[in-house]
């Protein structure tokens, strides 16, 4: 594992180790902006000048495998899930999505009024939303969904934003810092600050990162040579690290270990369990360290093709069929496959019993239309026929969908056997054509696979995940504000039931009192009653 950091240059260090293993720089001035791509395969990395480019850092030294050519491009951002989408803002202030496989802007999101450079782009955490803070402190979040800017979010009490990150976890937590030094985070769904710390730094914040063990756990770097760490849910400053450097960028790791990029080229490593002191200091850059990164767990079952195989050309078999074996695209219903196939027999005089046709009841080869006198059959005969052979074309369908199903119309051309079709030398294909029309027309019920687009289906199908994520997120918020309201309203009851407990308390021990007064003033009034008798 890595953890990469950018001034003039990219390092990587060996977080094991933590001795400088790779370098790489081709550009002149600061480096923008590095991150990690969620597999932890690939690093998106944008230089000064806006030009974007995607590194490999799996071979002995980092190589660019892939340039951008997005023009005036100045903040870039990998998908949550793997490396193929990623988010450009330019400095038009123009949103767009990039397909780094196919090589081509997939999104175009609609620009703004005020044409003005995105600083910072970020994906939510279920990739639902897109945050993209502009120059003029205006934050836009687009939908993915609907690829429309649903909100805008803008702060009272700054214009400028110096870090925008969305939560790791909760889709609509979104993180921001300010020059005035205020930390807080904005509930997108509500549009009302969640948490807010006024002026918590002296000077501008220059990072802000979440907690990857703690999700109710949150740091901020400033130029005031300080790093807070926040509890999100207390809504409190948890710790505060004071260091001799003016920080200028901030990460942390599943290992509680925190790295600080310094003004002055320094990259202080401190263990988030003891912030007493420093247990790394890097000596790697010159410069001031404008970003730092660790590279992330790699994900085991990652489904994304590899950049390098994506620069490879793929031959047309490869784009047709993922099984070299088959001369068709074929998938069978049933997880196993069926246990019947089509038996095809050549051309014979007398199989015409055994014919598809026949089977299907299409076949009036074998029907005498003309009787003795040359004279056709009744209607009543004609109908009787069709309604007997609609009967055997419904049983043939029961018989079909056990089958396998091809996955496009033009499957039987790439079948090896003659087609069934053709019998006694007569082409009956238009025929079997509109029979396949009325079957698509009859059963409803039956879904026709050749008309699915494979990468549509891929689409629905992570559209209704994503449908059923959010479902269950906002269920769970509406079962936490439940449980909250009833939970204020159990203290409040608590409450009134000490106060009631406190005042039967209190008539008892009045009661009391009252009780040993009238016994001392029955003795008093005994005592009167006999003085006279004395006397």
């Not at 934050?139 to 909100?151: A, D, E, G, R």
């Not at 009744?378 to 309604?387: L, M, N, P, V």
């Not at 396949?436 to 549509?456: G, M, W």
Request: proline residues 4%.
């Amino acid at each position: 594992m890595y953890i990469s950091s950018v001034s003039s240059r990219l390092l990587l260090y060996d977080t094991n180790s933590w001795d400088l293993k790779k370098s790489y720089g081709c550009y002149d001035g600061i480096l923008r902006d590095i991150s990690w791509s969620d597999d932890s395969k690939y690093i998106l990395q944008v230089n000064s000048k806006g030009i974007i480019e995607i590194l490999s850092a799996v071979d002995h030294d980092v190589r660019s495998l892939q340039h951008i050519p997005v023009k005036d491009s100045w903040s870039a951002s990998f998908h949550r899930d793997g490396h193929r989408n990623v988010a450009i803002g330019t400095r038009n202030g123009n949103v767009m999505i990039w397909d780094t496989k196919n090589k081509s802007i997939t999104k175009t999101f609609p620009s703004p009024s005020q044409q003005c450079s995105v600083n910072y782009i970020s994906y939510n955490a279920k990739n639902t939303s897109l945050a993209a803070t502009m120059q003029n402190g205006e934050t836009v979040i687009y939908s993915l969904v609907s690829n429309i800017p649903v909100l805008t979010v803008k702060l009272a009490h700054s214009r400028s934003i110096s870090s925008m990150k969305f939560h790791h976890e909760s889709r609509s937590l979104l993180g921001l810092a300010t020059d005035e030094g205020h930390v807080l985070i904005r509930d997108i769904l509500t549009n009302k600050d969640k948490v807010f710390f006024e002026n918590v730094h002296a000077s501008p914040v220059s990072d802000i990162a979440f907690s990857l063990v703690n999700r109710d756990v949150m740091l901020s770097c400033g130029y005031d040579k300080a790093m807070h760490v926040y509890d999100v849910r207390l809504q409190n400053v948890v710790t505060t690290l004071k260091t001799p450097y003016t920080l200028t960028s901030l990460a942390i790791n599943l290992d509680y270990h925190v790295a600080l990029g310094t003004k002055n080229g320094l990259l202080l490593v401190y263990d988030l369990r003891d912030l007493s002191n420093p247990f790394k200091v890097l000596k790697g850059h010159d410069e001031e360290v404008h970003r730092v990164a660790f590279q992330p767990i790699r994900k085991k079952g990652s489904g994304d093709i590899s950049l390098k195989e994506d620069t490879e050309s793929l031959s047309p078999m490869k784009l047709t069929s993922p099984v070299r074996t088959r001369t068709s695209d074929m998938f069978f219903i049933t997880e196993s496959p069926a246990k019947c196939n089509f038996e095809v027999s050549p051309p014979e005089t007398d199989n015409k019993a055994d014919s598809f046709l026949v089977m299907m009841g299409l076949d009036k080869s074998n029907n005498d239309l003309d009787d003795d006198d040359g004279n056709k059959t009744s209607e009543y005969d004609r109908k009787s026929d069709r309604h007997e052979a609609r009967y055997r074309q419904l049983d043939a369908e029961k018989n079909i969908s056990k089958m396998s199903t091809p996955l496009n119309s033009r499957t039987a051309e790439n079948l090896s056997f003659p087609s069934p079709l053709i019998i006694n030398g007569i082409d009956t294909t238009p025929l079997a054509k509109k029979t396949v029309d009325d079957e698509r027309c009859a059963s409803v019920s039956k879904p026709c696979v050749s008309d699915i687009d494979t990468k549509t289906f891929e689409d629905l199908k992570d559209f209704i995940k994503l449908t059923l994520a959010d479902v269950a997120d906002d269920n769970r918020n509406y079962f936490l504000h439940i449980m909250m309201a009833l939970t204020k309203q159990k203290l409040y009851l608590e409450k009134q039931l000490a106060n009631m407990n406190r005042n039967v308390n209190e008539l008892m021990d009045n009661q009391s009192a009252l009780l040993e007064r009238n016994r001392q003033l029955a003795l008093e009034i005994d005592q009167l009653k006999t003085r006279p008798n004395l006397i």
